[in-house]
């Protein structure tokens, strides 16, 4: 049973940082990426990161270049999401996906998905 399961949600003030923690588990198969998603109330859900199984490729979205660094730690499966400078339009449900065939921004190539994590940005 394949689970991915995200952790290091909560609130922090504008400019604040955080690191999201997405423990996969439970593949028999090779996923190819995990990728990074968000989502706000009301608003569609947006790729953030990705990275390929060995780690030897990353994606980032433009809205968050710079800022964001999706890293893995191959020994374990898990992958990180480090958040710095983070604003208050950062305030969503951050989700973790693996895909079996792609690296991507597009929720469309994700075969399974975490429950999600909250993040609120909020002085």
């Known amino acids: 049973q394949v689970q991915l399961v995200e952790s290091g949600g909560g609130t922090v003030q504008p400019g604040g940082s955080l690191r999201l923690t997405c423990v996969a588990s439970?593949?028999?198969?090779?996923?190819?990426?995990i990728g990074w998603f968000r989502q706000a109330p009301g608003k569609e859900r947006e790729g953030l990161s990705c990275?390929?199984?060995?780690?030897?490729?990353?994606i980032h979205a433009n809205s968050v270049q710079g800022r964001f660094t999706i890293s893995k730690d191959n020994a374990k499966d898990i992958v990180y999401l480090e958040m710095s400078s983070l604003k208050p339009e950062d305030t969503a449900v951050y989700y973790c996906?693996?895909?079996?065939?792609?690296?991507?921004?597009?929720?469309?190539?994700?075969?399974?998905w975490g429950q999600g994590t909250q993040v609120t940005v909020s002085s």
């Open positions: 990275i390929t199984r060995i780690g030897s490729s990353t």
């Open positions: 439970g593949f028999t198969w090779d996923y190819y990426g």
């Open positions: 996906a693996a895909s079996r065939s792609s690296c991507s921004l597009s929720a469309s190539v994700y075969d399974y």
